[in-house]
């Protein structure tokens, strides 16, 4: 499985940014999709996740900012990021799990700055 992750950048405190992930190779067997996030000097850390029948799971600092979803070929998942705050500035990675592996995308960088 590859994942390709695109959608950063630069954006105002209070503004939004849409983020995209789509995975290609045996997708067939996709499970869990979701975002993390790693600031400078601190861990990855979950943002959002959807299961393949859609049931979500969000982090506590970004729910009812940022919502996640799943195409309809469940092989590509969305950040819709709202009301983005100067510490929602990380990298931010795609994840996919099938059959018990993880994989993951490269990061894409969202600064958010004024």
């Known amino acids: 499985v590859q994942l390709q992750a695109s959608g950063g950048g630069l954006v105002q405190p209070g503004g939004s940014l849409r983020l995209s992930c789509v995975a290609s190779?045996?997708?067939?067997?996709?499970?869990?999709m979701g975002w993390y996030r790693q600031a400078p000097g601190n861990q990855r850390d979950l943002v959002a996740v959807i299961t393949r029948d859609g049931s979500t799971n969000y982090a506590g600092s970004v729910e009812g900012r940022f919502t996640i979803s799943r195409g309809n070929a469940r092989n590509t998942v969305t950040l819709q990021m709202n009301s983005l705050k100067p510490e929602d500035t990380a990298v931010y990675y795609c994840r996919a799990e099938s059959r018990g592996y993880d994989y993951w995308g490269q990061g894409t960088e969202v600064t958010v700055s004024s």
């Open positions: 190779g045996s997708i067939f067997s996709l499970n869990v």
